[in-house]
């Protein structure tokens, strides 16, 4: 499918204004919002229960929502309804104390939250397509968004106490709302609304729901450092701002990257580098292992572009391949399912369990052992899928 006609510079900018944006409020989530609700009294498991339940939500909601934009033929009203979800249950979620009703409140929180990147994705990806323009030049502001956040936010934590949080997050949506009212839909207004009987088996096919299990497990690993770094560097004896400055490194060092696979990666096979990108995560994680200093966490986060960059730029090129632009946003939808909402809640209450009964180091060994079946099963995947008889073994 491709747009009804090429967008103009202005609504470019919009686009990369609002992904901009939008990242700064995942910095606050990944970065901040742990340290936040540390600061309110939580112990470390309720810390992770909270960041399960969101993903758990998150399982339904990308697909929810995924749908409707399919169905209804539009993302930027999907978005400007789900981020004024996300303000009216933020501005309630940040007045709240008990922990049951804060559960409640997270988990309503995450169902307008969760499908944000992956319909943002959509939007990319059906704006650049038939054209010259890269998904790379729009996500890049992502990263650049999710980086600024980070050093500046952090910043302002050190100076200020957690107790800024909320402030920071409500202004975050405020002003991604702001500039998502200046998106324009890259739908075809002539297509018509597609059948999700061709939907199914493609997603139900045995190569693509091996790679979802693969995905979800490289995927979790991944995870259990989002949601623990902070608390981890903070044992370390790290500042705010020394958190900042690890999620600014992991965020900026993903730019070179995204640039490269953009303008290379079509020249390598995409398992293979899924393979590539598995390595790099075992032997970040170990190093994470044994750190003993902050500031060393800090430089093993620039391992963050080959293992992270490779692994998004890369499964999202898989997922484009196999399916179809008329099931777009329901696509992004299943990869966000996996990466954000399955792999958030095993890391979240695996990872938090390990966290706190055994201890960080153990819960980076376990997330390096991840990545290790990871490395295998995408080395599995592709010699069974490149050999004579891989697409007889891989039928529905």
Excluded at 55 to 69: A, K
Aim: charged fraction near 10%; proline fraction near 5%.
């Amino acid at each position: 499918m491709n747009p009804a006609a090429p967008t103009t510079p202005r609504e470019d900018f919009a686009l990369r204004g609002f992904t901009f944006s939008f990242f700064t409020m995942t910095a606050i989530i990944t970065s901040y919002f742990p340290l936040y609700f540390q600061y309110k009294g939580y112990s470390t498991v309720q810390i992770g229960l909270l960041y399960s339940v969101g993903p758990l939500t998150g399982i339904v909601s990308n697909l929810f929502w995924g749908l409707m934009s399919d169905k209804y033929q539009t993302v930027k009203k999907i978005l400007l309804l789900i981020l004024i979800g996300q303000l009216i249950v933020a501005f309630f979620m940040f007045r709240m104390d008990g922990f049951a009703l804060l559960m409640v409140l997270m988990a309503g929180f995450f169902f307008f939250q969760q499908p944000m990147t992956s319909l943002n994705d959509s939007l990319v990806l059906l704006t650049v397509s038939g054209t010259r323009k890269s998904y790379a030049s729009f996500r890049v502001w992502g990263s650049i968004g999710f980086a600024a956040a980070a050093l500046v936010f952090g910043e302002l934590l050190r100076r200020f106490g957690a107790g800024l949080t909320p402030a920071l997050a409500l202004g975050s949506i405020i002003m991604s709302l702001s500039l998502a009212s200046m998106l324009r839909d890259a739908r075809d207004p002539k297509f018509k609304r597609p059948s999700f009987s061709g939907f199914m088996p493609i997603v139900m096919s045995r190569p693509f729901l091996a790679f979802l299990i693969i995905l979800l497990i490289v995927s979790t690993a991944q995870r259990m450092n989002d949601g623990f770094l902070a608390l981890y560097l903070q044992q370390l004896g790290a500042s705010p701002s020394i958190v900042g400055w690890a999620w600014m490194t992991s965020a900026v060092s993903e730019i070179p990257v995204f640039f490269l696979l953009s303008k290379y990666g079509h020249r390598y096979k995409e398992l293979p580098l899924l393979a590539v990108c598995s390595l790099v995560y075992i032997i970040r994680f170990l190093l994470m292992m044994f750190v003993e200093n902050p500031v060393w966490a800090v430089a093993i986060q620039l391992l963050h572009s080959i293992s992270f960059g490779i692994l998004l730029f890369t499964a999202i090129r898989y997922i484009q391949s196999v399916i179809p632009d008329q099931y777009r946003a329901s696509g992004q939808a299943i990869f966000a399912m996996t990466w954000s909402g399955l792999a958030g809640l095993i890391s979240g209450t695996l990872g938090g369990w390990i966290f706190n009964t055994w201890s960080p180091r153990a819960m980076y060994g376990t997330a390096s052992a991840l990545a290790v079946a990871a490395l295998l099963g995408f080395l599995v995947l592709h010699a069974r899928q490149s050999g004579p008889r891989g697409a007889q073994d891989f039928e529905v």
